[in-house]
């Protein structure tokens, strides 16, 4: 397994970042505020007035871990960054596994001038080592300063680079208090909604055939036929018919379940046909034949099975 390390981003003006044994210490006013060991840190990044130790500095160069200053305005003002050491090959691998986390924002001529100069060079071609790296003295490179509005206690991340990470923080949501408030009219989410009428529950035969839902997210254009839904995120025109049941399930756009189907703990990727009866999540050595099974027993459903 494949660890991806942090960045430790410290902007309170007059913090002190210093080396504490193995640990990067943050003091403020002569008080501890934070201790992250550094085996769990790739780099970190400093704003305007904080302070950083010799030590800290010296270690990280030894250790190949990046240290990065920018002013006030998050404009980038250094970087220091040692040799890499260790296993090379472990090190280039852990590399290649991590995915760009970041929103860039560029003018379109600057950014082709970078790509188009890079692909001649004789680099990795990586955007953050290589073409930001380069673009540093040519052009201004900010840095935006972003603050968490989640409000609560402990701050929100969620490093979704596996299935069972991404199925793990999307059910999150539909708990009583999850981590991260999809509801918060001060924080809302600017994003596409589909223009579709509003989820529909059909049937309600006491005893019998009854369309309902419990601690799930439906999202518009859904019609749950007569079935039950529990734990799960159906997503954009999801259709459900009659006499099945999902327990811990998220429904891409477009799927449709055919009736007395039963899915448990399982992704279905858009517009997938889960056909009458079928049975998914309950057998896992059965569905490893068919479909992708991660480690956490979580079923991943996709047009292409069989």
């Known amino acids: 397994m494949i660890e991806l390390l942090n960045v430790l981003y410290v902007q309170m003006p007059g913090a002190f970042v210093r080396l504490d044994h193995d640990a990067v210490a943050v003091d403020v006013d002569g008080e501890l505020k934070l201790r992250v060991p550094l085996i769990r840190l790739a780099s970190i990044v400093v704003f305007g007035r904080v302070v950083v130790s010799p030590a800290i500095i010296e270690r990280c160069a030894l250790d190949g871990r990046g240290v990065v200053w920018l002013d006030g305005r998050g404009r980038f003002v250094g970087r220091v960054e040692g040799p890499t050491r260790g296993n090379v ?148 025109n999801v259709r459900v018919h009659s006499f099945s049941d999902i327990d811990q399930g998220i429904l891409m756009p477009g799927v449709r379940v055919g009736r007395n189907a039963r899915l448990r703990r399982v992704i279905v990727d858009r517009d997938v046909f889960i056909q009458r009866g079928a049975l998914v999540g309950y057998n896992l050595e059965d569905d490893r034949r068919r479909h992708t099974v991660t480690d956490q027993g979580i079923v991943v459903v996709t047009r292409d099975d069989k």
């Open 89 to 236: 090959l472990l090190r280039r691998a852990q590399h290649l596994a991590l995915a760009s986390m970041g929103i860039y924002i560029f003018e379109g001529d600057v950014l082709i001038r970078a790509l188009e100069a890079d692909a001649g060079r004789d680099t990795t071609h990586d955007f953050g080592n290589d073409i930001i790296q380069a673009l540093i003295g040519d052009v201004h490179v900010f840095s935006y300063r972003f603050y968490d509005e989640n409000k609560k206690t402990a701050k929100y991340w969620r490093d979704i680079g596996t299935l069972d990470a991404y199925f793990e923080a999307s059910i999150d949501l539909v708990r009583v208090s999850p981590d991260f408030n999809l509801y918060d009219p001060e924080w809302p989410l600017r994003t596409y909604q589909p223009q579709a009428p509003p989820a529909k529950f059909v049937f309600a035969e006491k005893g019998g055939r009854c369309g309902h839902a419990l601690d799930s997210i439906i999202s518009p254009g859904c019609i749950v036929s007569g079935s039950r839904i529990s734990g799960s995120i159906l997503c954009p």
